[in-house]
């Protein structure tokens, strides 16, 4: 049973930094890949960044040289290091295998950005 709590998120001004961490429990060594997916109010839940257990990583081209994703394997942590926010990156942030795995979903975290 794999669970993911993310945590990390917050409010802060545009050109502001977060990081948010993904903390997993479970057998996760058979996921191939993570990622950071988020929900902004009245839109679908989209995938912004990819880490694969090989280290290639892919972004979203809206967070593209603005967003870093990691993973410490020893504390089965994964990161979203996030800078240069802007209003629109507001939204909640979740963590997930990729592709997503409807039961691994967790509670999220709330980013939010003012202008």
């Not at 049973?1 to 050109?15: A, H, M, N």
């Not at 903390?23 to 988020?38: E, H, K, L």
């Amino acid at each position: 049973q794999v669970q993911l709590v993310e945590s990390g998120g917050g409010l802060v001004q545009t050109g502001g930094s977060l990081r948010l961490s993904c903390a997993a429990s479970g057998i996760i060594s058979s996921i191939n890949a993570m990622g950071w997916y988020r929900q902004a109010p009245g839109k679908q839940r989209e995938l912004v960044a990819t880490l694969t257990s090989g280290g290639f990583t892919n972004y979203a081209d809206s967070v593209k040289g603005r967003f870093t994703i990691s993973r410490d394997n020893a504390k089965n942590t994964v990161y979203l290091q996030m800078d240069s926010l802007k209003p629109e990156d507001t939204a909640v942030y979740y963590c997930n295998a990729v592709p997503r795995v409807p039961r691994y979903w967790g509670q999220g975290t709330q980013v939010t950005v003012s202008s």
